[in-house]
């Protein structure tokens, strides 16, 4: 009961947070990149986060910055269940060689430490908000990986996939028809969970300066703004802390309460 | 209709199936019966070829058909249907698959309404979920499904070994109704010798992956010859 009351402020918070970023332009005061008044002013009636090191409007950089760090989030995770899901079940299913060599790669890509991975590549690349997405969708997948090849695993012992073989379906319509469906429960859950890694991992990269690139608003990016001025104005630092903290923790909640959920069913 | 030939399965070091040869003539009603773990299930699905034999052959006048001719029923329908696809979409698969009915949704709706009369059920149970019926139900569904390709050939692993005692016995009749208006040919296996007595017109007997003893139903419940079936036939009666 309690943590469905958690996934439910979870979701609620997500709602608004995700309605925030669609309407930016509408909800924003102010022009995100523009300098619209002194610099470092503290939160006032005119500007209710304060204004940044330039001058610009906090309130309005967040609210765009949702848009990025959702966004970035949402992609990111949508390129990590595509692959971990695609490589899990062939894995899960075939087993023998086909298991053994997507497991080893699994390994290898997991004994990077991923940052180091992800900054590699986007040092390579130009840091921009596309090679971020996929970066990180491209250094996430593994986890997924494992677990859908566990569900694959049990349930291709079940009867009901041995009765589809001998009615005659393709190794594909069961892999994806058959047991699919069956294994998204806790593919949900890691999708969620993994949501919230993919927002971190932006505002990490983006505090490093390898993210989102200036002058276009992430949380992360915002933090990094904020480190200069940490005593003068710390509310530069508090909002995207803030807003970071709060996301990823609503996200951590909907993923365990679907978690609880799944498992109550089965 | 079937030819069994020097069928042998090992699984690892051990064995399950070990040379065994059998015919299956059109039209019977073939009983296989042993204890669990006797080999029966790896030889009928060494039989479908869901499994691959470790040496010898399956001979079936047309093996290109064999997916669509030869069916199987399940053991257990608590598992043996997929909780994610409707009733009516399981039963309709085969059909799609093997390209049975001419494409377009209403033939196929025809077919499945058809397919749930034959086993009495109503035809408003093809929206429903697996998890909605009962043991009973959820079994007249299997046979629908494997009813659906319009084989020549079925396969029974323990059709009713999981069923309540009071619903075996309506499902055992369908069968028996249902091979005599399909005009089926029958491999039904069971570990319980007076089911396989009521169906069967013929039975073979296994032990350890071997056939100890094959004859006709008379014969065998009347008159073994073979210690290990006097034992399967005392275990019956003593239920």
Not at chain 2, 129 to 150: K, N, T, W
Request: net charge neutral; charged share 20%; glycine share 8%.
């Amino acid at each position: 009961m309690g943590k469905n009351k958690l996934a439910i402020f979870g979701l609620s918070v997500l709602v608004f947070f995700t309605a925030l970023a669609i309407f930016a332009p509408v909800i924003a005061p102010y022009d995100p990149t523009e300098i619209v008044a002194e610099d470092t002013m503290g939160p006032s009636t005119q500007h209710w986060f304060g204004t940044d090191d330039y001058g610009r409007d906090i309130f309005s950089r967040a609210v765009y910055g949702a848009r990025i760090s959702l966004t970035v989030g949402l992609v990111a995770v949508s390129i990590s269940i595509s692959i971990g899901v695609l490589l899990g079940a062939l894995a899960g299913y075939f087993g023998g060689w086909t298991d053994s060599l997507i497991m080893r790669f699994v390994d290898v890509m997991l004994s990077f430490p991923s940052i180091f991975l992800i900054l590699t590549i986007q040092a390579m690349l130009t840091p921009n908000i596309y090679n971020v997405m996929v970066v990180i969708g491209i250094t996430s997948w593994m986890g997924v990986a494992r677990l859908v090849r566990g569900e694959y695993l049990k349930i291709r012992e079940l009867s009901y996939v041995e009765a589809a073989r001998a009615i005659g379906c393709s190794n594909k319509r069961i892999i994806f028809r058959h047991i699919l469906p069956n294994a998204q429960a806790p593919i949900i859950v890691a999708a969620t969970l993994g949501m919230a890694g993919a927002i971190l991992t932006e505002s990490a990269l983006s505090f490093l300066g390898m993210g989102v690139q200036p002058p276009m608003p992430s949380w992360g990016n915002m933090l990094m703004d904020a480190q200069a001025y940490m005593r003068d104005a710390p509310w530069m630092a508090v909002i995207p802390g803030l807003l970071i903290l709060i996301t990823v923790l609503s996200l951590y909640f909907i993923g365990e309460g679907l978690r609880e959920k799944s498992d109550v069913r089965s | 209709m079937i030819e069994i030939k020097n069928l042998t399965k090992y699984f690892g070091p051990v064995c399950a199936v070990s040379n065994i040869s059998l015919k299956i003539e059109q039209g019977e009603s073939l009983g296989l019966v042993g204890e669990s773990g006797s080999g029966k299930s790896t030889l009928a699905r060494m039989i479908l070829g869901l499994i691959s034999p470790t040496s010898g052959v399956v001979l079936y006048n047309s093996i290109g058909k064999l997916r669509q001719e030869c069916q199987i029923v399940f053991q257990d329908p608590q598992t043996s249907l997929n909780p994610r696809i409707k009733i009516g979409e399981a039963i309709g698969e085969p059909l799609i698959i093997h390209k049975i009915v001419d494409s377009g949704k209403l033939n196929v709706e025809r077919r499945i309404k058809e397919l749930l009369d034959m086993v009495k059920l109503p035809a408003s149970y093809a929206d429903r979920y697996p998890h909605a019926l009962s043991g009973g139900e959820r079994q007249r569904v299997g046979i629908a499904r494997a009813l659906a390709s319009d084989p020549k050939f079925l396969i029974l692993d323990e059709p009713v070994s999981a069923l309540d005692v009071s619903i075996q016995v309506d499902i055992l009749k369908l069968l028996k109704e249902i091979k005599q208006r399909l005009n089926l040919t029958y491999l039904f296996i069971a570990h319980d010798l007076s089911v396989i007595g009521y169906m069967c017109d013929r039975i073979v007997v296994m032990q350890n992956g071997k056939i100890v003893e094959v004859g006709l139903r008379e014969e065998i419940l009347a008159n073994p010859k073979q210690e290990y079936t006097r034992k399967l036939l005392q275990s019956t009666l003593a239920v």
